[in-house]
């Protein structure tokens, strides 16, 4: 990307690749408020019973529209890059970050519920409820919003959509570290543990073996959507903390890492679109599921099965 170096160290892009920022970010504001807010009505309107699942969606749609609404703003801070951090720019990055790393613990949260449905079902019944799942929204709500307060007042900033950190140590990276690679490991086994476990589940007929399919890959998709849009940003993020600490501090880190952050950044964006998307055939699926496990031809299977897929 053909980009230059403000005299502030601010990173000043190309009109080429600001009209497809602008394009691309557009697109995602579209999108992301009708398909958020048509989940929301869902949810909220249109759906008779409250569930485990439908208080974490629900938390998810909510923190996908937050992060969608403060797009408008992180492209105003781009078209008017400052050399110094303004109050403005300080509350835009903070409900984007806040959103995003939200985003990411509840998607960890849902995993860890399906997780123990499917693999401690005599415990779920203990362990899960509506009341217990919306307890832990709040608690997540509460420990991203205190983390990224700590961050700002401490002055560690991650050099995001709205300026240029000129210093880099690892202080920088604990965030990204604690807020999405621990809940990756989380995810990936909770989400191994399931699929085994749900291909491990005797069929009792071939209605029971499609639905049970069908949940396989919509686990597989929420991980491989999951890895696909988080993981370059942070891998970024990571790399830029060593680099950071040899360039010089007029100018900022090296274009090209500029150029990764950028992109990876528009890249994990795109997430509370395709969680949208999600929000249906997660639902869909796992209720399928559940409806052919409880069949009154698969009394046998009944007792273990319909707690194994009960995941909505």
Same mark, same amino acid.
């Given at each position: 990307?053909n980009?230059t170096c403000?005299?502030?160290?601010?990173?000043v892009w190309?009109?080429?690749v &600001?009209?497809?920022?602008?394009s691309y970010?557009?697109?995602?504001?579209v999108l992301?408020?009708l398909?958020n807010?048509?989940?929301?009505?869902v949810?909220?309107?249109?759906?008779?019973r409250?569930?485990e699942?439908?208080?974490y969606m629900t938390?998810?749609a909510?923190? $996908?529209?937050?992060?969608?609404?403060s797009?408008?703003f992180?492209l105003y801070?781009?078209?008017?890059?400052?050399?110094?951090?303004?109050?403005?720019?300080?509350?835009s990055?903070?409900?984007?970050?806040?959103?995003?790393?939200?985003?990411?613990?509840?998607?960890?949260?849902?995993?860890v519920d399906?997780?123990?449905?499917?693999?401690h079902?005599?415990?779920a019944?203990?362990?899960r409820?509506?009341?217990?799942?919306?307890a832990?929204?709040?608690?997540?709500?509460?420990?991203v919003?205190?983390?990224?307060?700590l961050?700002?007042?401490?002055g560690?900033?991650?050099?995001g959509?709205?300026?240029?950190s000129?210093s880099?140590?690892?202080?920088t990276v604990?965030f990204?570290l604690?807020?999405?690679?621990?809940p990756l490991a989380?995810?990936?086994?909770?989400?191994?543990?399931?699929?085994?476990?749900?291909?491990?589940?005797?069929a009792?007929?071939p209605?029971?073996?499609k639905? &049970?399919?069908?949940?396989?890959?919509?686990?597989?998709?929420?991980?491989v959507v999951?890895?696909v849009?988080?993981?370059p940003?942070h891998?970024v993020?990571t790399?830029?903390?060593?680099?950071?600490?040899?360039v010089h501090?007029?100018c900022?880190?090296?274009?090209?890492l500029?150029?990764?952050?950028?992109v990876?950044?528009?890249?994990? $964006?795109?997430?509370?679109?395709? $969680?949208a998307?999600?929000y249906?055939?997660?639902a869909?699926e796992?209720?399928?599921a559940y409806?052919?496990?409880?069949?009154p031809g698969?009394?046998?299977?009944?007792?273990? $099965?319909?707690l194994?897929v009960?995941l909505v």
């Amino acid at each position: 990307m053909n980009d230059t170096c403000g005299p502030s160290g601010v990173p000043v892009w190309s009109p080429a690749v &600001t009209h497809v920022l602008y394009s691309y970010t557009g697109a995602l504001l579209v999108l992301g408020l009708l398909l958020n807010g048509l989940a929301l009505w869902v949810f909220c309107c249109r759906m008779q019973r409250w569930t485990e699942t439908r208080v974490y969606m629900t938390n998810l749609a909510v923190a $996908d529209l937050c992060l969608v609404c403060s797009l408008p703003f992180m492209l105003y801070t781009l078209q008017h890059p400052a050399g110094v951090d303004t109050l403005f720019c300080q509350l835009s990055q903070a409900v984007y970050l806040t959103n995003r790393y939200l985003s990411i613990s509840l998607v960890m949260a849902i995993a860890v519920d399906r997780y123990v449905a499917v693999k401690h079902p005599l415990c779920a019944r203990r362990l899960r409820s509506p009341q217990q799942a919306a307890a832990v929204c709040a608690v997540l709500w509460v420990l991203v919003t205190v983390f990224l307060g700590l961050r700002w007042f401490l002055g560690v900033q991650e050099g995001g959509f709205c300026f240029t950190s000129r210093s880099r140590n690892f202080s920088t990276v604990v965030f990204p570290l604690l807020g999405f690679y621990l809940p990756l490991a989380v995810l990936v086994f909770c989400s191994l543990q399931v699929v085994t476990a749900l291909a491990r589940r005797p069929a009792s007929g071939p209605a029971q073996a499609k639905a &049970t399919l069908k949940a396989t890959r919509m686990v597989w998709a929420n991980l491989v959507v999951f890895v696909v849009c988080f993981l370059p940003l942070h891998v970024v993020l990571t790399v830029q903390v060593p680099v950071g600490l040899h360039v010089h501090p007029g100018c900022g880190i090296p274009a090209a890492l500029r150029s990764a952050l950028l992109v990876t950044s528009k890249l994990s $964006d795109a997430n509370c679109c395709l $969680d949208a998307v999600c929000y249906y055939y997660m639902a869909k699926e796992f209720q399928e599921a559940y409806a052919v496990a409880a069949d009154p031809g698969a009394k046998a299977h009944r007792g273990q $099965d319909s707690l194994c897929v009960s995941l909505v």
